[in-house]
């Protein structure tokens, strides 16, 4: 099944976001709009390059995607990286880098 989403990085602060059945930017993808076409996506895209022009957003792609359990989920691992946030521990605790804590499962 095709299923795809837009997603780019919010100019001002290079936040990840993705596109919304409202045409709006969202940085959760579970607010992502699914294309289920070709179609879809052709439209879906001219919006990213709406956005891209108006300065709103830069580097809008298309990203394989599933929708699972009435979730969207990237496909892709680094796609899923993007939408999930750093694998590594971003508080203040110390750990050793070659320690399993210092890692946060991606899932």
Same mark, same amino acid.
């Given at each position: 099944?095709?299923? /795809?989403? !837009?997603?780019? /990085? *919010?100019?001002?602060? =290079?936040?990840? !976001?993705?596109?919304?059945?409202?045409?709006? @930017?969202? $940085?959760?993808?579970?607010?992502? @709009?699914?294309? +289920?076409? +070709?179609? +879809?996506?052709?439209?879906?895209m001219a919006a990213g390059e709406n956005a891209e022009n108006? =300065? %709103?957003?830069?580097?809008?792609?298309? %990203?394989?995607?599933?929708?699972?359990d009435d979730t969207v989920v990237a496909v892709r691992l680094? +796609?899923? %990286? *993007?939408?999930?946030? $750093?694998?590594?521990?971003?508080?203040?605790?110390s750990v050793d880098d070659n320690s399993e804590q210092a890692?946060? $499962?991606?899932?």
């Amino acid at each position: 099944m095709f299923e /795809n989403v !837009i997603t780019a /990085n *919010r100019l001002d602060d =290079g936040t990840v !976001i993705y596109l919304t059945r409202e045409s709006l @930017w969202s $940085p959760t993808l579970a607010d992502a @709009w699914v294309a +289920e076409d +070709e179609d +879809e996506a052709v439209v879906m895209m001219a919006a990213g390059e709406n956005a891209e022009n108006k =300065g %709103i957003v830069v580097g809008a792609y298309l %990203i394989a995607a599933e929708v699972l359990d009435d979730t969207v989920v990237a496909v892709r691992l680094r +796609e899923g %990286i *993007r939408a999930d946030g $750093p694998t590594r521990r971003t508080d203040s605790v110390s750990v050793d880098d070659n320690s399993e804590q210092a890692h946060v $499962p991606l899932r």
